[in-house]
């Protein structure tokens, strides 16, 4: 498989558009329990890699956007947390409340300082609005930072078809196509699920929105740069965090940005909010915050670097992929415009102009992505990545039925059937009889859908109470 250089990648991004990928993780320690796997041991670590001596983190925060493969990434999580009995930071119900911004009070458990002794958490995964202040409420300063973003092109196709009934204006749009080719007419800042149809991922980042895009209704504008194709996105060597703890009272702006030697305002006040200064004040603070981020259209690669990020081994990142649509034509990473329809094309640019706030982001972060690769080395991921592949196809064939998701029709136990949203049929997975007791356990955490899979870290964390009649006198009747 050939691998895209950061160079490569910088010019691909401006042909290249997704149509889908393959959100397929790591689970459980199959290969010394699943019988008749030939399965290759973890990779040893480069020369020079502390990956042998480290401790695996497991303070965790993974902020869950939209429509990126993330429901994959929380499945992993679940499964980890869940075999080495960890503590989740878990909603009510199934977000903390989302869209509004995430609040410490909606976590299940959650005592405030001073409230009375309290077991600390090590995983808060679920949707929510990222809110750095009230996170850093829940979760320790020093966990471990991380999400995933998706090319806004493929991630609008995915949205249209999943929010068609909650977004106004998807509701009102006949196509895609159509909405993208005048969505101010459908679109209306402020609109019940409209938040779903314009720069989702920077939604939910929790970032502010500049000024011309939070217009009054029926007077929006466009923005003055739609396409960003000059965008001087901040270099990769001025974030992540380098592992330091984040101060609760000095990171809720993002770090000074420096362009040649001079410091610059780190208030988005002074700046033209407008502007790429905007743009990249806002990116600047990601990086002071987040540890990675995930490239959907690169996840196999991603997922190598999640686990030597953590230092966890890279059976503890297998898994299936989730809540896919059909139809989605999922397993794909970017493809050149030369395998693109002219509308398609079209459709593609329109989608990244649209979004370009998602789109800067995007761009960001696949620059972080194989800056990170680079380090990594790219043989040695080259190698590590074709390992998880097959790890995965042997996993499959050995859990389930066909080997593969299938449409819902065919999944009659409603463990593994996922939730039906949107238009598409989301598929799921039906596991193969004769497993044994050992096998059965590990495929079904493989195969449970994020709802069920939530329900049951509930139960175990909060089990339910007994409680026993108390003994009163006889009660005489009238």
């Given at each position: ?120 958490f090590h995983i808060l995964c679920h949707h929510m609005r990222f809110n750095l202040k009230e ?155 987040f540890d990675l981020v995930l490239v959907a259209e690169y996840f196999d690669e991603s997922l ?175």
């Open positions: 498989m050939r691998l895209w250089g950061p160079r490569s990648l910088g010019v691909a991004l401006g042909v290249f558009m997704t149509i889908g990928f393959a959100l397929q993780l790591w689970g459980g320690p199959f290969h010394r329990r699943l019988p008749g796997l030939q399965l290759r041991q973890p990779l040893a670590p480069s020369p020079g890699s502390a990956v042998s001596s480290c401790l695996p983190r497991q303070r965790l925060v993974f902020l869950k956007t939209h429509k990126s493969g993330s429901s994959s990434v929380l499945n992993l999580l679940h499964r980890y947390g869940d075999r080495h009995g960890l503590r989740f930071a878990l909603p009510a119900r199934y977000q903390f409340g989302y869209p509004r911004l995430f609040q410490a009070s909606r976590v299940k458990g959650y005592r405030p300082q001073g409230g009375g002794t309290k077991p600390p996170v850093l409420q829940v979760m320790p300063s020093d966990s471990f930072f991380f999400s995933i973003v998706r090319d806004p092109a493929a991630l609008a196709r995915s949205a249209f078809s999943y929010y068609k009934s909650t977004s106004s204006a998807f509701r009102k749009a006949p196509s895609l196509a159509a909405f993208l080719a005048n969505p101010r007419a459908f679109y209306r800042p402020g609109a019940r699920g409209d938040h779903y149809a314009r720069n989702l991922l920077w939604f939910d980042f929790g970032l502010p929105f500049p000024p011309e895009m939070k217009t009054k209704r029926g007077n929006t504008h466009p923005p003055r740069d739609p396409s960003l194709p000059q965008l001087n996105v901040l270099p990769s060597g001025t974030g992540p965090r380098a592992h330091h703890p984040l101060d609760p009272n000095a990171v809720f702006h993002p770090a000074p940005i420096v362009a040649g030697g001079h410091s610059q305002t780190s208030s988005p006040s002074s700046l033209d909010l407008g502007s790429s200064s905007f743009i990249q004040w806002s990116l600047a603070w990601l990086d002071s915050v190598v670097l999640l686990a030597d990020a953590l230092c966890w081994g890279l059976d503890d990142v297998v898994g299936f992929m989730h809540n896919a649509q059909a139809g989605g034509e999922q397993g794909r990473g970017p493809v050149s415009n030369g395998g693109l329809t002219t509308e398609d094309g079209q459709l593609t640019a329109r989608a990244r102009a649209w979004n370009h706030l998602d789109w800067a982001l995007y761009v960001h972060f696949n620059h972080s992505l194989w800056a990170r690769i680079n380090q990594y080395g790219q043989s040695r991921l080259e190698s590590a990545v074709a390992e998880l592949r097959a790890h995965r196809e042997a996993l499959a064939k050995h859990c389930l039925e066909g080997g593969e998701a299938l449409d819902p029709k065919y999944i009659t136990d409603r463990r593994f059937r996922p939730f039906q949203f949107g238009s598409g049929k989301v598929l799921g997975y039906v596991l193969r009889s004769g497993l044994s007791l050992a096998d059965q356990e590990e495929c079904e955490r493989l195969a449970t859908p994020e709802l069920q899979y939530k329900d049951k870290l509930d139960a175990k964390q909060f089990p339910p109470t007994v409680s026993l009649p108390l003994k009163t006198s006889r009660i005489l009747s009238p």
